[in-house]
Every structure is written in structure tokens, then in C-alpha cells.
């Protein structure tokens, strides 16, 4: 069974930080480019960064550049978004979401990927 389980999320105040994880199991872990998205309310869904099992990362949201950090850990099949300098809009629910990608390209496909596993994802609030 295929599960992708987000956790860390919580409550924070302006300009903290939170490290958000997203455990994966079920599926060949190197074969997949891992993403965060997130969705605030009223708002649609936005790709924030997905990064490689050979740890190439495509950032995909200007809003988070130099403050949100993609990495993964191939020994335990986990991704990891830390976020920094955190800001009331970045409050959303997160996802984490798993794409079939040619690992001899070694890039994240971005809007032409399928995403075919998405975590329940986790709630993080900064508040102002």
C-alpha cells in the first residue's frame, strides 16, 4: 500500500520556522521526483518545490525562494521542506506528492508531471 504521510506542521509566529517531513512508503522511492504544494483558503493548489532522489531541486514559487528548503533522505524513503522567516501568507494546508520521473533526464517535470501519490497533508499556521 502506498502511503505518503506529512507531519509537522503546526502553529508559528511570524518570522519562525518550521520543518515540515514526509514519510513515503509503498513504492520504489528512486523512481519518483518528491514535491511540496501547498493550498490556502480560497486559493489554488501551488507547486512549491520538488526535488530528485539525486537531490536535483527545481523551485517552482518565487515567494519561497531563499527561505524554503527541499531535501530528502533516500535511506528512509523521507522529504523534508524547512521553512524559514515564515510569513502569514505562507499559511496553508502542505502536501507532499510523488512523480514517476526518467531518472537519465534527472529533473522534477513540474506541470507536465502525473503526481500519482499525495500525502493527506498538514496545517501550518504563522500568524502575524
Known amino acids: 500500500e502506498v502511503q505518503l504521510a506529512e507531519s509537522g506542521g503546526g502553529l508559528v509566529q511570524a518570522g519562525g520556522s518550521l520543518r515540515l517531513s514526509c514519510a513515503s512508503s509503498?513504492?520504489?522511492?528512486?523512481?519518483?521526483?518528491m514535491s511540496w504544494f501547498r493550498q490556502a483558503p480560497g486559493k489554488e493548489r501551488e507547486g512549491l518545490l520538488c526535488i530528485t532522489s539525486s537531490g536535483v531541486v527545481t523551485t517552482y514559487a518565487d515567494s519561497v525562494k531563499g527561505r524554503f528548503t527541499i531535501s530528502i533522505d533516500n535511506a528512509t524513503n523521507t522529504m523534508y521542506l524547512l521553512m524559514n522567516s515564515l510569513k502569514p501568507e505562507d499559511t496553508a494546508v502542505y502536501y507532499c506528492?510523488?512523480?514517476?520521473?526518467?531518472?537519465?533526464?534527472?529533473?522534477?517535470?513540474?506541470?507536465?508531471?502525473?503526481?500519482?501519490?499525495w500525502g493527506q497533508g498538514t496545517q501550518v499556521t504563522v500568524s502575524s
Open positions: 506528492a510523488a512523480d514517476p520521473y526518467s531518472r537519465s533526464e534527472n529533473r522534477c517535470r513540474g506541470k507536465w508531471g502525473t503526481y500519482d501519490y
Open positions: 509503498g513504492f520504489i522511492f528512486d523512481d519518483y521526483a
